[in-house]
């Protein structure tokens, strides 16, 4: 398998599992089946698109390719038909999300990679690739982003990811072995803080000193 079979797979990945997130949010809203479309959508190639128009790709991954639309639209379309069999639906959201965001930096990490940028271009398309789907799907939700709640470990799974992958290959590990970590590492941090806490220190403010 090469590179660039490999990046295509994640993005298929992330843009299916991103969708069903999208959709069980459209759920917990209770919006009707156009709706869920429009979140499934929205979550599943958000990320990814940012990433083709900030890198000037020759086009963005969904408009070179509308499968990828067509399998964020069957996604919803399952979800909606669905979502009622689920206990907790948030429970499912947010560990569904953590593969999502696994798979997802791994994607854009591949992306850049294959287009010859430097490790902190590589980075940071990882790190957007992996977030911003879910950041947008949260805010046009009503729900509290997972990449901005407090004590887990979002922004820094997606950030370890991306930095493990870099190192990985700067090692001389192969490419695709790489990806593959990288995506593991995402989805142990993440994993970890959900199911044990882990995190880190977070900012405390201090009240001014009085003069006495």
């Excluded at 009707?32 to 890198?55: E, K, N, W, Y």
């Excluded at 399998?71 to 948030?90: K, N, P």
């Excluded at 199911?195 to 001014?208: A, F, I, N």
């Amino acid at each position: 398998m090469t590179l660039e079979t490999l990046v295509t797979l994640l993005d298929y990945g992330s843009v299916l599992i991103f969708a069903l997130t999208g959709a069980l949010v459209a759920s917990r809203a209770q919006l009707d089946l156009v709706g869920f479309v429009f979140m499934a959508s929205l979550t599943a190639v958000g990320g990814g698109t940012l990433r083709d128009l900030i890198l000037n790709r020759d086009a963005v991954f969904w408009v070179a390719s509308p499968s990828y639309v067509v399998t964020a639209t069957l996604a919803a379309i399952l979800v909606f038909w669905t979502a009622h069999l689920f206990e907790s639906r948030y429970k499912w959201l947010v560990w569904l999300d953590a593969v999502a965001l696994s798979v997802a930096v791994a994607a854009g990490v591949g992306v850049a990679v294959e287009g010859g940028f430097g490790p902190v271009i590589v980075v940071m398309m990882g790190v957007m690739t992996g977030t911003f789907g879910g950041l947008m799907r949260d805010v046009v939700g009503n729900e509290v982003p997972l990449v901005l709640k407090q004590g887990q470990l979002y922004l820094t799974a997606a950030f370890g990811g991306a930095v493990a992958a870099v190192v990985l290959i700067w090692c001389g590990v192969p490419r695709f072995a790489a990806l593959i970590l990288c995506g593991f590492v995402v989805l142990a941090l993440r994993a970890g803080s959900l199911r044990w806490g882990w995190s880190l220190p977070v900012y405390k403010p201090r009240p001014p000193r009085t003069r006495g």
